[in-house]
């Protein structure tokens, strides 16, 4: 349970620390669910049902409001709100998910932002309602260069650690990787990064 704050200190607070302390104390609740209440963080981290439930519960109860998705209306996201959003994700992943892997399709659910927008700002897509061109070029390279760091962010965990056969999956549908000679083998800049030699320790267990 986080510390109380004053009035005072909390007018004081950024504002990615305000979304980041109401999301910790989302937490604590679902921690006092009977399925998961009286558990140490190890514990939550070891069930992997702990982390669908937590950022499902998120959304429902503080994320849909704050961006105002809760009901599919369509929205012009504030980018930046937003990437405070996915460091609270990545702090959330590192701290009681299971495996420590990030998906930008998990941070879609999260947040509510259909996955197909998020890869669109990626590509250049941007529905804002800027008129001047200038500005809505600065804004669509803004958004590009911060989804093109949640990717990157994804595929370095996705390197990391035991790899399954999913995760392989993944690099090759959503980074870029490639079989070669018609092996299973993963590469990025012609460098090797999982061989065929490696897949009987590939497959997945859950």
């Known amino acids: 349970m986080q510390d109380e704050i004053t009035t005072e200190e909390r007018e004081q ?28 963080d190890e514990e939550l981290k070891d069930n992997k049902a702990f982390f669908s439930v937590l950022i499902d519960y998120i959304y429902n109860n503080y994320i849909g409001d704050l961006l105002g998705n809760k009901r599919g209306k369509v929205v012009v996201y504030d980018i930046d709100l937003v990437n405070d959003l ?6 959330l992943v590192y701290k009681y998910k299971w495996n420590n892997k990030p998906f930008i399709v998990e941070f879609s659910t999260f947040t509510g932002i259909n ?17 001047d061109a200038n500005s809505r070029q600065d804004a669509t390279r803004h958004r590009s260069e911060i989804v093109q760091k949640w990717i990157n962010i994804c595929e370095r965990e996705l390197l990391n ?42 497959i997945e267990t859950q």
């Open 86 to 91: 996915f460091n609270i994700y990545i702090d």
């Open 161 to 202: 650690g035991n790899d399954t056969i999913r995760d392989i999956f993944i690099l090759k549908a959503k980074h870029g990787y490639r079989d070669n000679n018609n092996e299973v083998n993963i590469t990025v800049n012609h460098k090797q990064i999982i061989t065929s030699e490696n897949l009987p320790n590939l």
């Open 13 to 40: 607070l950024t504002p990615d620390v305000i979304y980041k302390n109401n999301i910790y104390a989302l937490v604590d609740d679902v921690k006092q669910e009977p399925q998961f209440i009286n558990k140490s």
């Open 115 to 131: 996955n197909d927008t998020i890869y669109g700002w990626l590509n250049g897509e941007y529905k804002g309602l800027l008129e």
